[in-house]
């Protein structure tokens, strides 16, 4: 699990950087680049040097001794001295949460069943109407959320209505892959919580999954808990009662948005191996190119 050490608020660090900092035996250097907070080692692997007193060209820093490169991003040296890599660290300024419940938001309007480009991003519905509150959820999904937990009850084998409701109005995200190859989302985690006290929970979480994943969302090991007393447990006071007296299930939770966590800073670690073209072949909505033109 990982250590976590406090540098300063993000508008802090925004003030200083770049800069170089000590915490226990380790330099570290801050930069900002693109917009975004990164960290590596502040020594240079070859002698030593003050990376954070490098002067930055792009994503690079050049040691301000004898000239060496390396990402600021991803800690490694420019394409052919990759193999020289520094340190990366996670920094947790640019985390904050936010929680969504209970908003007030209208019912798509099934502009995807009268024509599939008929359903754009952004949500034609939050455009016309500045009341619709799902616009909260569409800029946390797909502009600054790194990782997500959707939380939602099971009933009759399946998530609540509210759920549902949001499922649909996220299809003009889903869509956008469909009809012009746009991936709204990339390297961002999503993990899942279902209370109840009914069965048919691993056929539902197979659902959320399939669903979130078709948004482009990844998951961590283990990616959902769920509480389940059993088809006889109608007794409903009763599982409340147990679900939020239960210490296990609060340290559950715990740890799921630790692994979603931990799970999102490997992958930000590694973007340059992430971001790759992919065919579309096979996927949703796309065609077997080959075979189509072979039989027209
Ligand atoms: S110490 Fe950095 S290039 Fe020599």
Known sequence: MADWHRLGSKDELLARVPFATKIERNR????LYDGRLTAISDACNHKGGPLSEGRLKG??????????????????????????QVPVYALAGELKADTQRSLN????????????????????????????????????LVHWADV?????????????????KMAERLNCVQNQITIRNRVLIRNKVAAFIITGGQDNIQALAGSMMTFWSELGFVFPQFPF????????????QNNVRQVKASDALREASRELAQRAFDFWTIMDRNRDMLDK????????????????????
């Open 225 to 236: 808990i769920a509480h389940s007393r059993g088809w006889d447990a109608e007794d409903m």
């Open 59 to 84: 994503e690079f820093v050049t040691c301000p001794w004898h000239g060496w490169e390396y990402s600021v991003v991803t800690g490694k040296g420019p394409a052919g001295y990759d193999e020289e």
């Open 105 to 140: 938001f209208r019912h798509c309007e099934g502009n995807y069943s009268k024509a599939s480009h008929a359903c754009t991003w952004p949500c034609a519905i939050t455009e016309r109407d500045p009341e619709d509150q799902l616009t909260a959820v569409y800029e946390g």
């Open 148 to 164: 997500v937990l959707i939380s939602t009850p099971i009933r009759w084998g399946s998530a609540s209505s509210l759920y549902y």
């Open 277 to 296: 073209p992919m065919e579309r072949a096979g996927r949703k909505a796309n065609p077997i190119q080959d075979i189509e033109e072979a039989i027209v």
């Open 28 to 31: 570290i250097a801050v930069f």
